[in-house]
């Protein structure tokens, strides 16, 4: 496909998207239910059709190399098919916040004013490999009431495709339009860039990937973005603080998965626990092959643990995301070094302190800068269904519209709502 | 100052408020509330000072030929001046929703999960001619918990300066950073193009002018931007109605005032009712030399209105916003055709229905796709104060983040707390 019709094709898309967007809106919530139950249904039934298309997939990847781990993401198994379909039939189960009324009071003049939620209208969305994403958004997209046109991976196409194709039958067997969910069908890169500059069909653009692809979609969008940068996560040791606590938070944040973006990347300790506590993770941390980048004072407490594999900390590693069994430690004189230490090196994802100290916890929530902020808990907590949201659509680390974890609730807007009984303004 | 410098300056600026956002983001109430009724003492205490900059301002438009309307604008008159005071006084006397928490909730894993309203960091406001929004802007800047920059118009440099000394004299006598607030003292275009291009120190842009401008700066700005195009409201007459609340609201809504931008441009009238409502609404439009530009059908009941000054509209009439004493007219079928024509031509900006009939009122707060939507009440309404939001920044015609009249809420966001009693990730 040349650049003039991939340009054609996608304003086709965010024209028929735009169509559908008004009737997604104001789709009863029993017609979007009937759309995700259908669409369980059908990744059950269809299963084995689906893995004769994400067998195309696999071999391709396979035939150019693609490392295990990448082959892995691709994979349409049963048990990640069954996921999709129960991750629709819990949707359908959820209320729905579409036509929420919210905040309703009377004014002097007598009016009557609220805010109703209600949907965004077109999301584009611009993943990379996993195929079950085409699911997620799909069904987010159906129960927020929301069109949305869904770009993934060019590693993914046919297992997408073929998944499109159920969406579209459910869609259609609820009597919504087949168009209020479209895959893009081309894998050229023009797509992309089309997507993200079309303000009159599409609302908000949502990429999930690496940084670089993230960084350029944001530089060249013309429309929002809800974008997910790095993350930076913090877990500082107040003083007084309960040391098994800490202990076992600290491991659980650091150790218990490392590639997740909530894991905790750099350690603060207060230096009137660093002593007693500094030995204890270290210890831990050493059992799990967790190498430390320490300065100089946590150095000095860490030095007699058995089998550390320790390092000097260079100015980088405070701004570091390793995603692997690294850790950044920094010994600091309390709270207010430690909330100034988070404000400069944090990438404002998620950040810990462990602390018995009321006044303590009071001022990092306040002034710690950060999308998810948290009073003695894992860092690891930081994700849409811990929190409630029922499902995840990403992760926010602007302030802008949504911020951390976002669910249905960022995928929608509120819109003032007048009642009068025949007020004029005076 | 050369394009280099300006730069310099502008990042300089950028830098300090990127700094100072940090300590009005944590100020306390009292703080900030002290500020407010400094600024709202200097204001009275400062008038003839400021009249005299004013006044630099005055004769330059004059020599420059303004128009007197324009000239009237500019004027900082001590009755401005005192309308400035009080509404410093009435943000220092609300509440502060800065740190407030919502929607606390415990998961299954124990941790608590709940949303903190914090500022939205450094807003840049863009803005023209009229002095006095040099204060607004300050004001609900300090009351948010935002640093800010703020850029007037060129016609008033010498007031805005004025105003801005003070600003800094009421943020230093409560202790808070002189460049929480700062005015950009150049009047150099460039000036804008830098201040909407510093993602690394400005988190949204505000401007508030001409179509042009606003279209011009939401193209280049490289931050979000709370933005607010044209107005063109419609007033739909359904049936059954109270046809003397439909003539009164709908002569409010077009001729309390024809320059706002929630004044109604264009009037939709159910078939059944037309033949008795058109007629009382186009005596009432004839009286007060409202020019009507109506459909062929709309036409036909208005021709016996003696002095009814009517014309053919064209396509081109159903988008236009007048703001002026001018309203287009159009005879609809009922509700839904009324809902699929605002859809299409509204600018999303308020649109009312008056109507007896609750399921087309339903149906109408539903599924028009605008800011403010009303039942039964002038779409002269919309606005932040009518609403009880305090004070407004701005009007947004978005759908991201903010929508409709933007008061303090609409300059913060929500992050996400959560308070743990040591759980761990299982």
């Known amino acids: 496909m040349n650049a003039l019709n991939i340009s054609e094709t996608m304003q086709a898309l965010g024209l028929q998207a735009k169509q559908a967007s008004a009737q997604m809106a104001k789709a009863p919530s029993a017609i979007k239910n009937k759309a995700l139950l259908a669409l369980a249904r059908l990744l059950r039934s269809q299963t084995e059709a689906l893995q004769a298309d994400n067998a195309k997939d696999l071999a391709r990847a396979q035939a150019n190399g693609l490392s295990e781990p990448m082959v892995d993401r691709l994979r349409l198994t049963p048990k990640v098919l069954e996921t999709c379909a129960q991750g629709c039939e819990q949707l359908a189960a959820m209320a729905d916040v579409v036509g929420e009324v919210s905040g309703m009071k009377q004014m002097p003049s007598g009016i009557r004013v609220g805010q109703m939620r209600v949907p965004l209208g077109v999301f584009g969305m611009i993943y990379e490999s996993r195929p079950n994403v085409t ?222 100290d009321h006044m303590h916890a009071q001022r990092f929530l306040r002034e710690v800068d950060s999308a998810s902020v948290m009073v003695n808990a894992s860092t690891r907590f930081a994700d849409g269904f811990e929190y409630g949201l029922g499902a995840e659509i990403g992760i926010s680390t602007d302030k802008f519209h949504a911020r951390g974890p976002v669910g249905i609730e960022g995928l929608t807007s509120l819109k003032y709502i007048v009642l009068g009984e025949g007020e004029v303004r005076g």
Chains 1, 2 share one sequence.
């Open 135 to 356: 699911i997620e958004a799909a069904s987010l997209s159906i129960k927020s009431g929301n069109a949305c046109i869904l770009r993934g991976g060019s590693e993914a196409i046919d297992s997408n495709k073929a998944l499109a194709r159920l969406v579209e039958q459910a869609l259609l067997e609820a009597g919504l339009p087949a168009t209020g969910v479209q895959l893009v069908q081309t894998t050229d890169r023009e797509a992309v860039g089309q997507l993200i500059a079309m303000p009159e069909y599409v609302d908000v653009i949502i990429p999930r990937g690496g940084k670089g692809l993230i960084e350029r979609i944001s530089r060249d969008a013309k429309v929002p973005v809800i974008k997910h940068l790095d993350g930076n996560c913090h877990t500082y040791i107040d003083a007084p603080c309960d040391l098994d606590m800490a202990v076992k938070v600290t491991e659980n944040a650091k150790t218990q998965k490392y590639s997740p973006c909530n894991a905790t990347e750099s350690l603060l300790v207060a230096r009137a626990v660093a002593a007693d506590f500094l030995p204890r993770i270290g210890a831990v941390f050493a059992a799990k092959g967790v190498e430390m980048r320490a300065d100089a004072e946590a150095l000095a407490l860490l030095q007699a643990v058995p089998g550390a594999r320790l390092q000097t900390a260079t100015e980088q590693d405070w701004s570091e995301e390793y995603l692997a069994a690294v850790i950044s430690i920094k010994v600091v004189a309390g709270v207010e070094e430690a909330i100034a230490h988070i404000n400069q090196y944090s990438s404002h994802h998620t950040d810990a302190i462990i602390t018995r």
